[in-house]
């Protein structure tokens, strides 16, 4: 059967042929009459018919003789009715009576299955936020009667990542607090038991922290969820806490670390399915770049590798190409190429660190830059990458602090001296300069020394002949 209920329902009837007596064929003509009036409602309720439809959904539900799978299909469709009609009342008056069906009236499961895509399509359809707490809270009141626990922590969890989402960081504290304690032992520590539930409470109390930014708590709570051993969680909560963990990672300029669990969410959100695996796959590209790593490439490992030509990642990989190959004008002409709100840019997480990336290109390429020099003038510097020479001397004096640089800044010439080559394979080449500097300088000093040496010869050929020509004065 198609039913266009929360769920799809499972009809499937049994026509094995029994002998029956009076009272069977009695009870068997009313399920009949029933069902048939169930499928009555539900072509009024297609045929836009509403007020009929409700009437004969609730003829279904008094008809029966006492509370079975059938009320329990025609009160789910009064609530769905009522829900889009704006009849927030109503909607709870049916909802409440339905509740008490999944005592005894159906099977656990299938009442978990129906509750749970109640409680997502009534989330999914309204804003207003009374309805939606008194509802959540009718449910939860029902769950505790009847002691379904996982149920009952299922629906806390679903409510919590309600508020999340709508960031209702005070609603959603108030939750977080209550699962908390339904998941902790006498002695106030965490019941390893429910490790899988936990994990679920501290992956949303992460989220909360990440977002509101205190650094403090989601690093306590980071590193809590790594002590929890006992759980079998699903790979997206996984994903989640990873996630979070690069991102304070990032905001404590711990590159590697980040780019460790970035790898880790990204593995697990594609283990789970989950569409934010692209995402997070360009936090990792971002990682990549900034912890300097240039002989890791993102997109190598087994994992990442058929993403590698995915639309969405194809600007992130030209950027972490082009940053490799230290190809500053490439770098600019990809971030100005997908600056748009579709772009790279687009994501406020990534737009805050792509200054950090900038300078840390700008950074390579001005140590390329240098590399055969032994002095330069700053002006030059700033005029090839550029920008400023106010900002160009600010990088060069980051990189001199850094210890990337061995020099210094001469304010009075405006030049770069370098004392030391920044890596090993410019030392030749500065090695070098210095040598014809050297040379020059001593060719200078020995032609200042002949040029010495023959003023002297000449001083002393005129003083000899001054004297010559007194002694022939004096003789005559």
Same mark, same amino acid.
């Given at each position: 059967m198609?039913?266009d209920?929360?769920?799809?329902?499972? %009809?499937?009837?049994?026509?094995?042929?029994?002998? !029956?007596d009076?009272d069977?064929?009695e009870?068997?003509?009313?399920?009949?009459?029933?069902?048939?009036?169930?499928?009555n409602?539900?072509?009024?309720?297609?045929? %836009?018919?509403?007020e009929p @439809?409700?009437e004969?959904?609730l003829g279904?539900?008094e008809?029966e003789?006492?509370?079975g799978?059938w &009320?329990?299909?025609?009160?789910?469709?009064?609530?769905k009715i009522?829900f889009?009609r704006?009849?927030h !009342?109503r909607?709870l008056k049916?909802?409440?009576?339905l509740?008490?069906y999944?005592k005894?009236?159906v099977?656990?499961n299938y009442?978990?299955?129906?509750?749970?895509? /109640?409680l997502?399509?009534i989330?999914?359809?309204?804003? *207003?936020?009374?309805?939606? !707490?008194q509802?959540?809270?009718?449910?939860?009141?029902a769950l $505790? #009667?009847?002691?379904?626990?996982?149920?009952w922590?299922k629906?806390?969890?679903?409510l919590?990542?309600?508020?999340l *989402?709508?960031k $209702?960081?005070?609603?959603?504290?108030? /939750?977080?607090?209550?699962?908390?304690? =339904?998941c902790?032992?006498?002695d &106030?520590?965490d %019941?390893?038991s429910?490790?899988?539930y936990?994990?679920?409470?501290?992956?949303?109390?992460?989220?909360m922290?990440t977002?509101?930014k205190?650094?403090?708590?989601?690093k306590?709570l980071?590193?809590?969820?790594?002590?929890?051993n006992?759980?079998?969680?699903?790979?997206?909560i996984?994903?989640v806490i990873h996630?979070?963990?690069g991102?304070?990672?990032m905001? !404590?300029?711990?590159? #590697?670390?980040?780019?460790?669990?970035?790898?880790?969410?990204f593995r697990?959100y594609?283990?789970a399915?989950s569409l934010?695996r692209?995402?997070v796959?360009?936090y990792?590209?971002? =990682?990549v770049?900034?912890?300097?790593?240039d002989?890791i490439?993102?997109f190598e490992?087994q994992?990442t590798?058929p993403y590698?030509s995915?639309?969405?990642?194809?600007?992130?990989?030209?950027?972490? *190409?082009?940053?490799q190959?230290s *190809?500053l004008? $490439?770098f600019?002409?990809?971030?100005k190429k997908?600056?748009?709100p579709e772009g790279i840019?687009?994501?406020p997480?990534i737009?805050?660190?792509?200054?950090?990336?900038?300078?840390?290109i700008r950074?390579k390429f001005?140590?390329?830059?240098?590399a055969?020099?032994?002095?330069i003038? /700053?002006?030059?510097?700033?005029?090839?990458?550029k920008?400023?020479y106010?900002?160009? $001397?600010?990088?060069?004096i980051?990189?001199?602090?850094?210890?990337?640089i061995? &020099?210094k800044?001469?304010?009075?010439t405006s030049?770069?001296?370098?004392e030391?080559a920044p890596?090993?394979g410019a #030392?030749?080449a500065?090695?070098?300069?210095e040598?014809?500097?050297k040379?020059q300088a001593?060719?200078?000093i @020995?032609?200042?020394q002949?040029?010495?040496? =023959?003023m002297q010869?000449?001083g002393?050929s005129?003083?000899?002949?001054?004297?010559?020509a007194?002694v022939?004065? @004096?003789?005559g």
């Amino acid at each position: 059967m198609s039913d266009d209920d929360f769920m799809m329902e499972d %009809d499937d009837e049994n026509y094995d042929f029994e002998y !029956e007596d009076d009272d069977d064929m009695e009870s068997n003509s009313s399920n009949v009459d029933i069902e048939n009036k169930y499928y009555n409602a539900k072509a009024l309720k297609e045929d %836009d018919d509403i007020e009929p @439809a409700i009437e004969e959904f609730l003829g279904v539900v008094e008809l029966e003789p006492e509370k079975g799978e059938w &009320g329990f299909k025609a009160l789910k469709q009064m609530v769905k009715i009522l829900f889009r009609r704006g009849e927030h !009342e109503r909607t709870l008056k049916y909802y409440s009576q339905l509740l008490t069906y999944t005592k005894s009236a159906v099977t656990r499961n299938y009442s978990e299955k129906s509750l749970n895509n /109640i409680l997502d399509y009534i989330s999914a359809g309204t804003t *207003d936020m009374e309805f939606m !707490e008194q509802f959540y809270s009718t449910t939860l009141t029902a769950l $505790e #009667e009847t002691k379904n626990e996982r149920l009952w922590l299922k629906t806390n969890l679903k409510l919590a990542k309600l508020w999340l *989402d709508r960031k $209702e960081y005070g609603r959603l504290s108030k /939750i977080l607090r209550v699962l908390h304690e =339904a998941c902790q032992m006498d002695d &106030g520590g965490d %019941d390893q038991s429910k490790g899988t539930y936990l994990l679920e409470v501290y992956a949303l109390e992460i989220q909360m922290y990440t977002e509101t930014k205190n650094n403090k708590m989601l690093k306590e709570l980071y590193n809590k969820t790594l002590q929890i051993n006992s759980a079998i969680p699903h790979p997206r909560i996984l994903g989640v806490i990873h996630e979070c963990g690069g991102k304070m990672h990032m905001s !404590e300029k711990q590159w #590697e670390k980040a780019r460790e669990d970035f790898f880790e969410a990204f593995r697990n959100y594609d283990e789970a399915g989950s569409l934010q695996r692209i995402q997070v796959l360009k936090y990792l590209v971002l =990682a990549v770049m900034l912890s300097n790593a240039d002989d890791i490439n993102p997109f190598e490992s087994q994992e990442t590798k058929p993403y590698k030509s995915n639309p969405q990642i194809a600007a992130m990989n030209s950027l972490v *190409d082009a940053y490799q190959r230290s *190809d500053l004008q $490439e770098f600019q002409e990809v971030l100005k190429k997908n600056g748009g709100p579709e772009g790279i840019m687009s994501d406020p997480f990534i737009q805050f660190y792509l200054d950090d990336v900038l300078r840390r290109i700008r950074s390579k390429f001005i140590i390329n830059m240098i590399a055969p020099y032994s002095r330069i003038e /700053i002006d030059y510097l700033a005029e090839a990458l550029k920008i400023s020479y106010t900002e160009m $001397e600010d990088l060069l004096i980051m990189l001199i602090l850094n210890g990337e640089i061995k &020099g210094k800044i001469d304010e009075v010439t405006s030049r770069l001296e370098i004392e030391v080559a920044p890596d090993t394979g410019a #030392e030749e080449a500065v090695a070098g300069t210095e040598k014809r500097e050297k040379e020059q300088a001593a060719r200078e000093i @020995a032609l200042q020394q002949t040029r010495f040496k =023959a003023m002297q010869a000449w001083g002393g050929s005129v003083e000899k002949l001054a004297r010559t020509a007194f002694v022939s004065a @004096a003789r005559g």
